[in-house]
């Protein structure tokens, strides 16, 4: 419940904010974007899996093995990718606007999984906790952001989109650390 409300809150600052891209009908039926929709889609059932499992005491790092469809989906994308779009995206500004948005839309998830599942939970480790919910709230955040992103090259979405998880974990672990403490 709490991750369809994350994602809505999401899609609707896709909308009233950022704004779809003006090409989405014809870049929705297309592989690279189907792709990035499906990478996503996935990291959110992953992040979902783990942030759960990380809501119950004695929680160890054995649950991110759920990740691992995400990161081979990923993997794979990365080295049969067909479209050689740059890996620096389409303008000098799209890595940039691509990170700030993704981190931006993860922010009202991240208030919310800790507000309300974890808070609920019983984690006994805390920096691992709060790292899973950054990382489940920026994979909402960047399934969001799929319908505005024009970068749709798999390597693009490979490091940036990494990035912007992997800055959302860090930041979940430091709010974690000192939120869910018992």
Known sequence: MTGAASLA????LVFSVIGIRQDFADMAVRMPFAFKLAYTGVLVVGSSVVALYAATPGASATALYALSPAVILLTLGV????????????????????MGHILFLSLPAMILIFVVVMRKGASTRPLFAGAV??????????MAY???????????????YGVAC????????????????W
């Open 9 to 12: 809150c999401a899609l609707l």
């Open 79 to 98: 080295i049969f990718d067909p479209t050689a779009f740059p890996i620096m995206g389409r303008t000098n500004t799209a890595v940039a606007f691509c």
């Open 133 to 142: 919910i950054g990382m489940l709230s920026a994979s909402l955040g960047a």
């Open 146 to 160: 799929t319908l505005a992103c024009k970068n749709d090259g798999t390597a693009f979405v490979a490091i940036w």
């Open 166 to 181: 992997a800055i959302m974990a860090a930041i979940g672990a430091i709010v974690g650390r000192r939120v869910l403490r």
